[in-house]
């Protein structure tokens, strides 16, 4: 059955006011731009995933619109009106409207966890794209030195799209892998053998893990950029508390084991 133009808006206005508040909760804040988010194109590539490119190149447009509003302060650094209108262009309008596409995987992986995980993987690719010539074109002999500008943008932007990425994508395949959103109605995805009294191990076992993963990607990647010239320094690997990380992630591996071993005691209990 063919969605009605009311649900796909309604629908369209919350994924994209979710993702909007997501856009505000960072883990890393970059010196000169960028920022990692708690997964927050995620509710885009939902849609995209849902409805496909029309009504997802319309949400992308209109969630790219308030991410303008809300770094309405980037063109304050503009040097011309031609500058102005670039940055609004590639580090705006295109870098986040292309998430538009990221549904295009629902017709070739018939996995929905790999078909999200994926998507959020190409739009990842596509705005990084987009930052970098930014970087190269309009922020040259700004807040990226003139001299081998594409090399220093293709560094400076990976500092924070790569943790990007990583958690996106996590989280896609997380989400994707507990709730079903091919049908009119998303419903949680259980098979026969789950339904026990503890279903929700296998759920809280995976949020624990992205959790883990989340924390040690902030934890790790901000310290690899210089708070002052916003550069990458892999030296700086140094000064990461890796007893916190290495803590954080056995304890968090350690719960999720135990809660699926727990589950599937119970299935094999009810089998029995």
Known sequence: MKPTKTKLLTESAIMIALSTVLSVLKLADMPYGGSVTIASALPMVIIAYRY???????????????????????????????????????????????????????????????????????????????????????????????????????????TYMIPETIVLAVAALYVGSLVDFRPAAPKRMVSEKEENDIFWAKPAAGLLVCGAVIFDVAEIFEKLQNK??????????????????????????VIAAVLLIIQKSAQKTKES
């Open 228 to 253: 002052e010239t916003g550069e990458f320094t892999i030296t700086a690997i140094s000064s990461v508390n890796w007893m916190e990380v290495i803590t954080v992630t056995a304890v968090a591996f």
């Open 52 to 158: 496909g490119l029309k009504t997802g190149l319309f949400a992308g447009a209109v969630h790219a619109a308030l991410q303008l509003v809300l770094g309405l302060s980037a063109l304050s650094y503009a040097t011309s009106w031609q500058s102005a209108v670039a940055i609004v262009m590639l580090d705006y309008i295109l870098a986040f409207t292309f998430v538009g596409i990221s549904g295009v995987f629902r017709k070739v992986l018939k996995n929905q966890a790999a078909a999200l995980t994926a998507g959020a993987l190409l739009f990842s690719v596509i705005r990084y794209a987009f930052h970098v010539i930014a970087g190269a074109t309009v922020w040259a002999g700004i807040s990226i030195p003139t001299a081998a500008a594409l090399a220093y943008s293709f560094i400076y932007n990976a």
